[in-house]
């Protein structure tokens, strides 16, 4: 099982963090030992002081795939969750200083943490899907796939180019504007919709 993100994938974000709009979806890969399993804690790691949560929903693959043409794409996930992107801001900063990839600021252990799954026949319009992330019960990101730069479709028959998809692969669309630090104490709890997703503290 491998963990496919997706980077700069809505203006907002862009725009916060002052980076270049991307002509193409920008991919990134965690490993497996990133995920976190539906409501167990987040450790704050040693090695960084600026963890930052980055809400987004996420694509369970069903079948394998390679090379898949946008109008096939649909039939490669068939369930749609949420999920937090974990950033060591303050490693990913110093390595983008250097020109060096930022691997250690986003694919540390659990740093994507996932809940629960929704069959993709629940949804009325895959373009149409809100979500949004509480921390300590204040809303700190909102979301709708409507504000994608690169929708769903789009987005795996781009990666599948250059990754073959095999059944139970993640793909992390992308977050919205709101992204922050998170603390010892926190509760982050992720909803799509009016239904609560994910709920897990941070140690």
């Given at each position: 099982m491998k963990i496919i993100c997706i980077g700069r994938n809505y203006v907002a974000h862009i725009e916060e963090l002052k980076n270049?709009?991307?002509?193409?979806?920008?991919?990134?890969?965690?490993?497996?030992?990133?995920?976190?399993?539906?409501?167990?804690?987040?450790?704050?790691?040693?090695?960084?002081?600026?963890?930052?949560?980055?809400?987004?929903?996420v694509l369970k693959i069903s079948k394998e795939g390679k090379n898949i043409q946008k109008q096939f794409a649909n039939r490669y996930f068939d369930e749609i969750g949420?999920?937090?992107?974990?950033?060591?801001?303050?490693?990913?900063?110093?390595?983008?200083?250097?020109?060096?990839?930022?691997?250690?600021?986003?694919?540390?252990?659990?740093?994507?943490?996932?809940?629960?799954?929704?069959?993709?026949?629940?949804?009325?319009?895959?373009?149409?899907?809100?979500?949004?992330?509480?921390?300590?019960?204040?809303?700190?990101?909102?979301?709708?796939?409507?504000?994608?730069?690169?929708?769903?479709d789009t987005i795996i028959t781009y990666v599948s180019q250059f990754f073959t998809l095999k059944k139970g692969d993640l793909i992390f669309t992308g977050t919205p504007a709101g992204v922050g630090p998170v603390q010892v104490g926190d509760r982050l709890e992720g909803y799509i919709g009016d239904q609560k997703m994910m709920s897990f503290g941070v140690k």
């Amino acid at each position: 099982m491998k963990i496919i993100c997706i980077g700069r994938n809505y203006v907002a974000h862009i725009e916060e963090l002052k980076n270049e709009k991307p002509s193409n979806p920008v991919v990134f890969l965690k490993p497996d030992t990133a995920l976190l399993r539906s409501g167990l804690p987040f450790f704050y790691p040693d090695f960084s002081q600026n963890i930052h949560h980055e809400a987004e929903l996420v694509l369970k693959i069903s079948k394998e795939g390679k090379n898949i043409q946008k109008q096939f794409a649909n039939r490669y996930f068939d369930e749609i969750g949420i999920g937090i992107d974990f950033t060591a801001r303050d490693l990913q900063d110093q390595c983008k200083a250097k020109g060096l990839p930022w691997e250690i600021a986003k694919a540390f252990n659990g740093s994507a943490p996932i809940g629960d799954f929704k069959p993709v026949s629940e949804f009325e319009n895959l373009a149409d899907i809100d979500f949004h992330l509480n921390i300590n019960g204040e809303t700190r990101q909102v979301g709708n796939t409507s504000l994608m730069l690169f929708d769903f479709d789009t987005i795996i028959t781009y990666v599948s180019q250059f990754f073959t998809l095999k059944k139970g692969d993640l793909i992390f669309t992308g977050t919205p504007a709101g992204v922050g630090p998170v603390q010892v104490g926190d509760r982050l709890e992720g909803y799509i919709g009016d239904q609560k997703m994910m709920s897990f503290g941070v140690k």
